[in-house]
């Protein structure tokens, strides 16, 4: 098992920046990818954007390419997600996923945290 735990989600401005973590626990000694999901109500949960364990490869939904960077330290067992260029339409809550594979869909993932939220205001 392995437990995730988001924070860093607030009120930002459009135009501001917010940087997400994702922290892991539990069996953090098994290599997993970590993916970051958001939704907002009433709409199912959107890929934003994945890192395989080692850090090498990241992938990107297009609505956030360019602006949206994900990293990782293994050795804090830590996942970021660095938003920059925030717009109103950036607004949902977040989440973090870990799974086994370096998927698209929610359903692939395990493992998630409890989600944080971002508002970006206009």
């Known amino acids: 098992q392995v437990q995730l735990a988001e924070s860093g989600g607030g009120l930002v401005q459009a135009g501001g920046s917010l940087r997400l973590s994702c922290v892991a626990s539990g069996r953090t000694a098994s290599r997993y990818v970590t993916g970051w999901f958001r939704q907002t109500p009433g709409k199912d949960r959107e890929f934003v954007g994945r890192?395989?364990?080692?850090?090498?490869?990241?992938d990107y939904a297009d609505s956030v390419k360019d602006r949206f960077i994900i990293s990782r330290d293994n050795t804090k067992n830590t996942v970021h997600l660095q938003m920059n260029n925030l717009k109103p339409e950036d607004t949902a809550v977040y989440y973090c996923?870990?799974?086994?594979?370096?998927?698209?869909?929610?359903?692939?993932?395990?493992?998630w945290g409890q989600g944080t939220q971002v508002t970006v205001s206009s």
């Open positions: 996923a870990a799974g086994a594979y370096y998927a698209l869909l929610p359903s692939m993932y395990p493992y």
């Open positions: 890192i395989t364990w080692g850090g090498g490869s990241t």
